[in-house]
């Protein structure tokens, strides 16, 4: 056993620190981090055999991906909870299946010498088909930063029917406006907690059944929600509630499917680590060189 003093000498954390900013992930920095110094041999060819295995990779058609987001709080969570993430925290893990399909890609590819595939390969296998088909999932469901697709095919049907009751609304609010001559100053009327009001002169309250919500400061103008409007506000109300119910149920099943394959997720978050931290390892090399 190497002594702390010796390391020291060695400068082994300094390189340490040097080598860690190669690499693509959190999980990368933390195995290199967790490193021994290596004293045996035939270890050690072994860890030259892949380092060098990687520097023939960097000729390669197919390049690494950019980086990794982190996953390890997403991942404790779901231990804790085993409950809903969010669509953001989705979209990460999404994101992450989808570097790790580039990588694996990247580490299994020809070697530029057209040598057979080498030992950087063997340190991680294929997605397999669970894997894929969540990163699939996720990935043709959700857009940046975490939400829903409008074109979501459930979805679809329901944007169109809260357009088709926002139009019947708004005709009703125009008609409104100009019956009360009202069109010039106010062209769709106002919102107030997200319910379309409409102007009436105060002179005119009598002759239309309506809520009032406010006034003007002058006093001479009510804001009011005629009772058809009413109902058109509620309909317009419900359409969103329907929407943002449809998108919890999504963001529901895309959870219970991460959860059905978290064993798997961290397996592949392991074989990741030392996948990076060997590459951060041959980038050191190539930059040293």
Not at 95 to 111: G, K, M, N, P, V
Not at 252 to 265: H, I, R, T, Y
Not at 266 to 274: T, V
Request: glycine share 4%.
């Amino acid at each position: 056993m190497i002594s702390h003093r010796a390391l020291v000498d060695l400068e082994f954390d300094v390189i340490l620190n040097q080598v860690k900013r190669f690499t693509l992930s959190e999980e990368g920095k933390k195995e290199l981090q967790e490193d021994l110094f290596v004293f045996d041999a035939e270890n050690l060819l072994w860890r030259q055999q892949i380092i060098e295995d990687f520097l023939l990779l960097r000729g390669s058609e197919k390049q690494p991906p950019s980086g990794f987001v982190p996953l390890a709080s997403i991942v404790q969570e779901l231990h804790i909870h085993k409950g809903r993430l969010t669509g953001k925290q989705l979209y990460d893990i999404g994101l992450y299946l989808t570097s790790a399909q580039t990588f694996i890609e990247y580490c299994h590819q020809d070697r530029v010498s057209n040598e057979p595939q080498g030992p950087a390969s063997d340190l991680i296998e294929p997605l397999d088909a669970e894997l894929k088909r969540v990163m699939e999932k996720i990935n043709t469901t959700l857009q940046a930063p975490g939400e829903v697709q409008p074109t979501h095919p459930t979805l679809v049907r329901l944007y169109r029917d809260i357009e088709a009751k926002r139009r019947e609304r708004q005709k009703f609010s125009t008609a409104f406006l100009r019956a009360e001559g009202q069109t010039e100053t106010f062209e769709e009327g106002m919102f107030k907690d997200g319910r379309v009001v409409l102007p009436l002169r105060s002179d005119r309250k009598a002759q239309v059944d309506a809520i009032v919500h406010s006034t003007s400061s002058s006093g001479a103008t009510l804001f009011v929600e005629p009772y058809r409007l009413v109902e058109l506000n509620n309909q317009v109300v419900m359409a969103q509630q329907l929407i943002h119910i449809e998108i919890a149920r999504i963001l529901g099943e895309l959870s219970a499917m991460v959860v059905q394959v978290l064993k798997s997720l961290e397996a592949l978050m392991k074989a990741i680590s030392r996948c990076d931290a060997y590459y951060a390892r041959s980038r050191w090399v190539e930059h040293n060189g």
